[in-house]
Each structure stands twice: as structure tokens, then as C-alpha cells.
């Protein structure tokens, strides 16, 4: 009820309750009432820590293979929604998480949004996102990233199924009333053969802007991240230097036996468990960690892993967007 510390007299507080009844029609509430619960001291939110087994979810999406197509699906992806934000759709208040599944010889259409995508490929070995007609050909734990509104579509031209973890800040543009979609069906054209932008950004190098050769976005020129490349480097900086027990990159290594100190952030984040085994303690509860599981650590949850194996995570987050607004704090 009240925000006030001081009690109102009954008849006061019987014509303030006559007052809002008279201003409901029109829209109106009294701040006064609510200013707690909108301005907290500290985060507030109702997504929970939540592991999804990797296991039981790929039988779930192998089944719906068999059911619907990608064609007539449109993607076909199971939605990791954060039980405690149900009917959302939601992995975190702001950010969205499925897994999707392309069968041999499938094509997801071609279609771009205004929403940012990444792909983190689960298992397969030879199917391909195409982004802007650039085609990445992906292989276990390799990272692709869709940027708002560039046309993309999927395909699989190998003999097994091929699963990767979709994540998508669907949740913070439905917040803002800003989506845009538009479909083109199919394939889109051809424009540059496989792994043409890592030959011409990749190494630090960059064409110059505004020549033909620069056909990549200024700030976003790549977009796929292959296993082998981010996993070498982390086991270079694992050798030169201990590990940090606050860590906050979105890839990570932990070494056997070594925990993290607690550590807390108003970034809510998703996390795959890409090698190892390990338990995180998630706001005093202890979730045991396997690989491929996901896990989902809210804002503000102070978050502890220990690595019973060497441990390597991928996670993601709306920390980038967090900072832009000034909003982003860890403790």
C-alpha cells in the first residue's frame, strides 16, 4: 500500500482511497502509493536462477523435427523461458534464449529484424548461417553474430541434425515498441564465399572505408568466431597469466579446483557450459554444472562458480547495453 512511514488518520487515508476511485477512469494513480516499488534501493526482479539440461531439451526439439518443418516453422526453436517471467517468452527481463534445430537438407528462410541476434552452436558439423550473403560455416561452439536488420538465413547441408543456442534482445526492443520484420523466403543470394570477411578484417586489418572492399558494417565488420580460435586464446592467457577471480568476459576458462570470488552485476546472463564440469552458487542456491547446460543467473544474483574440471563457459548478457545508458554496476 503506502510509500509513506507515517500512518494516515483513518478519514484521510478513507478520502484518498475516494480520490483514486474518482481519478482511475481517467488514467490517473497516485505516485506516492507505488514510489517504493519503483524506485527500489537496489535491483529488483522476478526472473530466477534456472539450469536447463541440455539433454531433455535436445529430445524435446529432435521430436518437433519430426512434426514441423524449419520451412513451416519459420525458425524452429524451443524458447529457454525463465519460469519466474512466464508468458514472456523471456530468459532474462531483457534478453530472450532458444534452441534451435536445422535438420539435413533444411533451409531456414531468409528474413532480417530489428532485433540483434548471436547463434552458439551446440552440436553439428557443417551447417551454415548466411549473414548478408556470407555464409559461416559453423562446427561446435563456434559463435556467429546476426546485427540488427542484415538478412540471414540458415541451411544444412550435412548428413546430422545441427543445434546451436539462439540468444536475442527481443525482450528489450518489445520494451521499447520498436520491431521491425521483414521476410525475403529462401536464400539470399551469394554476395562473398565463406570466411571472406575474416580474410579481410580479420588480424586487426580493415579495408579502407568507403572503397569496394569494405563491405562489412564500420562497427560490426565479424561476425563468426570459430571454436578453435577463441579456444586457443583463452588457453594462451590461461598460461601467462592467473586466473581473475571476478571474471566478466563472455568466454572464460576456470581452472580445476579454482573458484571465483562472489561477485554480483545488474546485467542479467545466460551461460553455456562449453567444456568441464562445476557448480555455480546462484543467490544461495547450488546448481550443478555439466556440458552443454545452460544457465541463467539474474540481475543483481551474486553468482559463485567452482571448476571441478577445467571449466569453460560462454555466456552473454545486456551489459553493453547497460553501459551505453549508464546503468551497468557490479559489486
Known amino acids: 500500500m503506502p510509500a509513506m512511514d507515517t500512518p494516515l488518520p483513518n478519514d484521510t487515508r478513507a478520502a484518498l482511497e475516494s480520490l483514486y476511485a474518482e481519478m482511475r477512469p481517467a488514467s490517473l494513480y497516485p505516485l506516492w502509493e507505488v514510489l517504493h516499488a519503483l524506485v527500489t534501493p537496489a535491483p529488483t526482479t522476478a526472473a530466477q536462477p534456472w539450469r536447463w539440461e541440455y539433454a531433455p531439451a535436445r529430445e524435446y526439439l529432435l521430436r ?45 528462410p531468409c528474413h532480417r529484424h530489428t532485433q540483434s541476434a548471436l547463434r552458439f552452436v551446440m552440436e553439428g558439423h557443417g551447417a551454415h548461417t548466411a549473414v548478408d550473403g556470407e555464409k559461416a ?96 586464446s583463452l588457453a594462451a592467457m590461461a598460461r601467462d597469466a592467473a586466473p581473475d577471480p571476478r571474471p566478466s568476459a563472455h568466454v572464460r ?54 571448476a571441478e574440471s577445467d571449466l569453460v563457459l560462454f555466456g552473454y548478457s545486456d551489459r553493453a547495453a547497460q553501459e551505453k545508458l549508464g546503468l551497468w554496476r557490479e559489486g
Do not use: C
Open 137 to 232: 560455416v559453423m562446427e561446435p561452439f563456434d559463435l556467429v553474430l546476426t546485427p540488427n536488420w542484415q538478412w540471414h538465413d540458415h541451411g544444412n547441408d550435412s548428413g546430422a541434425p545441427m543445434i546451436w543456442l539462439d540468444g536475442l534482445d527481443i525482450p528489450t526492443v518489445r520494451f521499447y515498441a520498436a520491431s521491425f520484420a521483414e521476410r525475403m523466403g529462401g536464400e539470399y543470394p551469394e554476395t562473398a564465399p565463406a570466411g571472406d570477411t575474416a580474410k579481410r578484417y580479420g588480424r586487426n586489418l580493415r579495408p579502407f572505408m568507403g572503397s569496394v572492399a569494405a563491405r562489412r558494417p564500420a562497427g560490426l565488420p565479424l561476425f563468426h568466431y570459430p571454436y578453435r580460435e577463441w579456444r586457443e
Open 64 to 108: 518437433a523435427g519430426g512434426l514441423i518443418s524449419a520451412e513451416q516453422a519459420e525458425r524452429r526453436v524451443l524458447i529457454l523461458e525463465n519460469p519466474g517471467l512466464p508468458g514472456t517468452s523471456a530468459a532474462t527481463n531483457a534478453l530472450y534464449a532458444g534452441l534451435q534445430l536445422i535438420l539435413p537438407g533444411e533451409v531456414a
Open 253 to 306: 576458462l576456470l581452472p580445476k579446483g579454482f573458484s571465483t570470488a562472489p561477485r554480483r552485476a545488474t546485467d542479467g546472463t545466460i551461460f553455456v557450459v562449453v567444456e568441464g564440469t562445476g557448480r555455480a552458487m546462484v543467490a544461495g542456491e547450488t546448481i550443478p554444472l555439466a556440458q552443454r547446460d545452460l544457465l541463467v543467473v539474474p540481475s543483481w544474483s551474486e553468482l559463485t562458480l567452482h
